[in-house]
C-alpha cells in the first residue's frame, strides 16, 4: 500500500505562485509514474502534470503549459508541482497520484492507470 500526502494548497491572488508536495511512503517510490490531477465538480478528474519514474518525461495540459513545473525528488519520496502565474481557472482540487508497473520514460495521463491517491488539496485562485 502507498500512502500519498498533499500540502502546500491555499488562496492565492491571480498571477501569484504555489508550490504542492506529494509525499509518498513507498519503498519503491522510484519506480513510480506520478502525476497531478484536478477534478472540477461535476466533471471527470483530469490531468494537469505527470513525470515519468526516471524524471526524464513529462506531460502537460495545455492550460498550464509554459506556467506549472512538475518535478521529483527520489531521495525525498516527493513530487512537486510549482504553480506560476495562476488564473482564476486554476481554482480546484489538486490530487497526487501514483501509478506502479510503468516503464521507465512512460508517462501516464489517463487517471485510470494510476493506482494509489492522496487526499487532495485545495487551491483557490481569487482576488
Known amino acids: 500500500q502507498v500512502r500519498l500526502v498533499e500540502s502546500g494548497g491555499g488562496l492565492v491572488q491571480p498571477g501569484g505562485s504555489l508550490t504542492l508536495s506529494c509525499s509518498a511512503s513507498a519503498p519503491t517510490f522510484s519506480r513510480f509514474g506520478m502525476g497531478w490531477f484536478r477534478q472540477d465538480p461535476g466533471k471527470e478528474r483530469e490531468p494537469v502534470a505527470t513525470?515519468?519514474?526516471?524524471?526524464?518525461?513529462?506531460f502537460y495540459s495545455d492550460s498550464v503549459k509554459g506556467r506549472f513545473t512538475i518535478s521529483r525528488a527520489r531521495n525525498k519520496n516527493t513530487v512537486y508541482l510549482d504553480m506560476n502565474s495562476l488564473r482564476p481557472e486554476d481554482t480546484g482540487v489538486y490530487y497526487c497520484?501514483?501509478?506502479?508497473?510503468?516503464?521507465?520514460?512512460?508517462?501516464?495521463?489517463?487517471?485510470?492507470?494510476?493506482?494509489?491517491w492522496g487526499q487532495g488539496t485545495q487551491v483557490t485562485v481569487s482576488s
Open positions: 513525470i515519468a519514474w526516471n524524471g526524464a518525461n513529462t
Open positions: 497520484a501514483a501509478s506502479s508497473g510503468v516503464r521507465s520514460g512512460v508517462v501516464r495521463t489517463d487517471p485510470n492507470e494510476y493506482h494509489f
